[in-house]
């Protein structure tokens, strides 16, 4: 078995990936990245730096940060010093590697700077995701909508320009047009609001719930993910990885959500009627359904 590292340029999720490839060796379950533990990795990282890593301090950010990831969450952190090419694996420290092959770890946070890691480990956190999606390159750019009153935002996104950019796939496709489902809308900000506090992509399991709240509802499909940019980016990535559900006749409504980056779409099989207009330029115009 190879541990060394191909050079990514301190790449977290590449990191996390390695470790995972190790993990699986080992008969593990894999580990997620996580930006609330990557966040408090960046803290400590940066301290090291300053020549303050004082392990006091972790423990106030654990309570501080880390508390919304449930009562029960253990957490350390270590600090590797600089290596080069990012072949870090090969040269932890064995009470590192006994740490991140231990078979209760659960999520890894990660920050480099010049070469030097820091990583936090974490274990014993609730709401483990149940659907996950890794982060691509591209770094989260909140939208510039402070201090503007905007006719498309809504759930913290461009409505008119995501339900557009989906129902031209739709028509394309001789497929009939979505109408956003209220109640879908609410879960899918629900959805988002608690990824945010997690700090990770998930998709929490309620489907029960909502059909009970409205029995028009007959069928569901969720979607979460990270990393989100822009309404028209958010649509081609939902059809790259669930085109089969979007573009399905039996899916006639939706809901949208984003918060800190964090997105989500559920789709809806529902036996009301929906409005037929296909491309809102504002919200006004939108086909709303409840």
């Known amino acids: 078995m190879t541990d060394a590292l191909e050079p990514h340029s301190g790449n977290p999720q590449k990191i996390v990936e390695k470790i995972n490839t190790d993990r699986k060796i080992r008969n593990l379950k894999p580990v997620f990245l996580h930006r609330a533990l990557s966040d408090v ?52 420290k064995q009470t590192i590697k006994d740490t991140l092959f231990d078979s209760s770890l659960e999520a890894v946070g990660v920050y480099e700077a010049a070469g030097v890691y820091t990583l936090v480990l974490a274990s014993g956190l609730t709401n483990y995701p149940l659907i996950e999606m890794s982060p691509d390159a591209a770094q989260y750019v909140p939208p510039d909508y402070t201090g503007k009153y905007s006719t498309t935002v809504e759930n ?47 998709v929490y399991d309620n489907d029960a719930d909502v059909c009970i709240l409205d029995t028009s509802v007959r069928e569901l499909f969720q979607t979460a993910g990270d990393g989100f940019q822009t309404a028209k980016l958010l ?54 359904i409840s």
């Open 156 to 202: 913290g996104i461009d409505v008119p320009a995501f339900v557009t950019a989906m129902n031209r796939e739709r028509r394309n496709t001789g497929v009939d047009v979505f109408a956003v489902h209220t109640l879908l809308h609410k879960e899918a900000w629900k959805q988002v609001v608690q990824m945010s506090k997690q700090g990770h992509s998930s």
């Open 41 to 92: 990795a960046q803290v400590m990282g940066e301290r090291y730096a300053n020549a303050n890593p004082n392990p006091s301090y972790f423990d106030r950010l654990v309570v501080n940060r880390l508390e919304p990831l449930g009562t029960s969450v253990s957490a350390s952190y270590t600090t590797l010093r600089v290596f080069k090419n990012d072949k870090y694996v090969d040269r932890l």
């Open 235 to 288: 649509v081609d990535s939902v059809l790259l990885s669930y085109g089969s559900i979007a573009l399905d006749q039996k899916y006639n409504a939706i809901g949208v959500a984003q918060k800190d980056g964090y997105w989500s779409v559920i789709f809806g099989s529902c036996c009301k009627s929906v409005g037929r207009c296909a491309y809102p330029q504002t919200l006004d115009k939108v086909d709303y």
